[in-house]
């Protein structure tokens, strides 16, 4: 799987990296007034438009209203940007070698043009030559020879003579064109080497060189960057996945005992200071200083149990011990050859046989005032402090805005419609969930108001 995500990601940022050069240089051109500034626009855009998408693959399900899509709205503008500017790119590219063509064909032409009239001349005096022979040979035909026919005679001759002459010049004249046609070919040979694949295919299928090669452009800039963001979707989702994947410790106790058997801490003879930092520096639960005050302070100093929760605890933990001594005794009883030492329970008996929550251990709880750390989205980061002792943050913790915007629109697992407070087992623990049903839900289940009659 790493190989897979590895992949994906070094593709993502290959086929961005390209789209963003592209796309800037395009834009550059395209307003080549300015080309600096808008350079730097389109390359602040670029890296916001990645950072967005990001940031939508990740907190989908937590950004609310308008912001989800005003950002969603603007990747997609931003895509159209920079699929116009790899367009500019593209087109300036092709343009350079098309201003080449035509300054070739034009050098061509003045050549062609040249032997066109040439042949169009030696055209003209061979007429000349088949009407002079034509005239010679009416005059040999009447028969008479005089001296007035012999000078005739040798007249036509010397013209036909000059018209040859003539005629030869004008070939010798085509052989020279011809030969510095050849020498300008020959010269962008390379020219047309570049263009000979998109050439071949007009003249195959009857079209305009620049019409095969803008269908060519749409075609590149269609998959460009569309492509450069899915594959940043792409990734976000494998990073999401093995982030689902990793075990979060939500108990102080695991964690310690974690933590203590990673490093071969036995927790009795290392120094205190020593442990703590290792559990800050291995486990991304304390991200600042305040957590970590706040930590060292939770330990050091914890808060007394009320003594009605106490009492609770103690009768909770008589009932499960003599749960757990009936379901041995019946054990024993069935199986006469298996020695008690032997018999134990699995997870799932233990939690088969636990005792119900009775309401009188749900009436005894006490809200808990101190400051307390919440983790809404369970990354293991301390996303705020409730204060009040409703299980709410109330006290925002969040470097960027747009993080501590997504906070105040994110709800605890506990606060959410679809929560079952009647699995007592899920929350009872958690004290910020017995903060949140204190405050909220117990007036609704247990009121204290009994003026009403209610028969």
Same mark, same amino acid.
């Given at each position: 799987m790493n190989w897979l995500k590895f992949l994906v990601g070094f593709s993502a940022l290959i086929i961005a990296?390209? =789209?963003?050069?592209?796309s800037v240089t395009g834009l550059g051109v395209l307003f080549s007034g300015a080309s600096t500034a808008v350079m730097v626009m389109a390359g602040s855009l670029e890296?916001?438009?990645?950072?967005?998408?990001?940031?939508?693959?990740q907190m989908w399900d937590?950004?609310?209203?308008?912001?989800?899509?005003?950002?969603?709205?603007?990747?997609?503008?931003?895509?159209?940007?920079?699929? =116009?500017?790899i367009f500019g790119y593209l087109s300036n590219a092709f343009q350079a070698q098309s201003l080449q063509l035509q300054q070739v064909d034009r050098e061509v032409l003045v050549f062609t043009t040249k032997i066109e009239q040439n042949n169009s001349q030696i055209t003209q005096l061979n007429t000349q030559l088949g009407q002079l022979s034509s005239t010679q040979n009416t005059i040999l035909d009447k028969g008479t020879v005089n001296?007035?026919?012999?000078?005739?005679?040798?007249?036509?001759d010397r013209q036909v003579a000059t018209i040859n002459k003539k005629i030869s010049a004008l070939q010798d004249e085509n052989a020279k064109n011809n030969e510095k046609i050849n020498k300008i070919k020959i010269k962008n040979l390379d020219l047309e080497k570049e263009v000979g694949g998109f050439r071949f295919i007009a003249e195959a299928f009857g079209i305009e060189l620049k019409n095969v090669v803008k269908f060519f452009i749409f075609l590149i800039v269609i998959v460009f960057d569309p492509l450069a963001i899915a594959l940043i979707i792409a990734f976000n989702g494998l990073i999401g996945k093995k982030k689902e994947n990793t075990p979060n410790y939500n108990d102080l106790d695991d964690l310690m005992e974690k933590n203590y058997q990673m490093y071969e801490y036995n927790g009795k003879n290392s120094p205190k200071e020593r442990i703590f930092s290792d559990i800050v520096e291995k486990n991304p639960i304390l991200a600042s200083e305040t957590d970590a005050e706040v930590f060292s302070e939770a330990i050091e100093n914890p808060p007394a149990p009320s003594e009605e929760l106490i009492k609770a605890a103690e009768k909770y933990k008589e009932k499960l011990l003599q749960t757990e001594d009936i379901k041995k005794k019946e054990i024993d009883s069935s199986t006469t050859n298996v020695e008690e030492s032997e018999v134990t329970l699995t997870d799932e008996e233990k939690k088969a046989l636990e005792p119900e929550i009775t309401d009188e251990i749900l009436m005894n709880l006490q809200t808990d005032y101190s400051k307390r750390a919440i983790d809404y989205d369970g990354d293991g980061t301390v996303d705020g402090y409730d204060t009040d002792g409703d299980g709410i943050i109330n006290i925002v913790r969040a470097e960027h805005p747009s993080r501590a915007a997504a906070i105040q629109n994110m709800l605890p697992y506990y606060a959410k419609n679809n929560f079952n407070w009647d699995d007592r087992k899920n929350w009872i623990n958690d004290q910020n969930a017995v903060n949140y049903w204190i405050k909220n839900i117990k007036p609704s289940q247990y009121p204290t108001d009994f003026s009403g009659k209610s028969y």
């Amino acid at each position: 799987m790493n190989w897979l995500k590895f992949l994906v990601g070094f593709s993502a940022l290959i086929i961005a990296g390209c =789209a963003a050069f592209f796309s800037v240089t395009g834009l550059g051109v395209l307003f080549s007034g300015a080309s600096t500034a808008v350079m730097v626009m389109a390359g602040s855009l670029e890296f916001a438009k990645l950072v967005a998408a990001t940031y939508l693959k990740q907190m989908w399900d937590e950004i609310k209203g308008f912001n989800k899509w005003y950002l969603t709205i603007a990747v997609g503008i931003l895509m159209i940007i920079t699929s =116009a500017g790899i367009f500019g790119y593209l087109s300036n590219a092709f343009q350079a070698q098309s201003l080449q063509l035509q300054q070739v064909d034009r050098e061509v032409l003045v050549f062609t043009t040249k032997i066109e009239q040439n042949n169009s001349q030696i055209t003209q005096l061979n007429t000349q030559l088949g009407q002079l022979s034509s005239t010679q040979n009416t005059i040999l035909d009447k028969g008479t020879v005089n001296s007035r026919l012999l000078r005739s005679i040798d007249n036509k001759d010397r013209q036909v003579a000059t018209i040859n002459k003539k005629i030869s010049a004008l070939q010798d004249e085509n052989a020279k064109n011809n030969e510095k046609i050849n020498k300008i070919k020959i010269k962008n040979l390379d020219l047309e080497k570049e263009v000979g694949g998109f050439r071949f295919i007009a003249e195959a299928f009857g079209i305009e060189l620049k019409n095969v090669v803008k269908f060519f452009i749409f075609l590149i800039v269609i998959v460009f960057d569309p492509l450069a963001i899915a594959l940043i979707i792409a990734f976000n989702g494998l990073i999401g996945k093995k982030k689902e994947n990793t075990p979060n410790y939500n108990d102080l106790d695991d964690l310690m005992e974690k933590n203590y058997q990673m490093y071969e801490y036995n927790g009795k003879n290392s120094p205190k200071e020593r442990i703590f930092s290792d559990i800050v520096e291995k486990n991304p639960i304390l991200a600042s200083e305040t957590d970590a005050e706040v930590f060292s302070e939770a330990i050091e100093n914890p808060p007394a149990p009320s003594e009605e929760l106490i009492k609770a605890a103690e009768k909770y933990k008589e009932k499960l011990l003599q749960t757990e001594d009936i379901k041995k005794k019946e054990i024993d009883s069935s199986t006469t050859n298996v020695e008690e030492s032997e018999v134990t329970l699995t997870d799932e008996e233990k939690k088969a046989l636990e005792p119900e929550i009775t309401d009188e251990i749900l009436m005894n709880l006490q809200t808990d005032y101190s400051k307390r750390a919440i983790d809404y989205d369970g990354d293991g980061t301390v996303d705020g402090y409730d204060t009040d002792g409703d299980g709410i943050i109330n006290i925002v913790r969040a470097e960027h805005p747009s993080r501590a915007a997504a906070i105040q629109n994110m709800l605890p697992y506990y606060a959410k419609n679809n929560f079952n407070w009647d699995d007592r087992k899920n929350w009872i623990n958690d004290q910020n969930a017995v903060n949140y049903w204190i405050k909220n839900i117990k007036p609704s289940q247990y009121p204290t108001d009994f003026s009403g009659k209610s028969y």
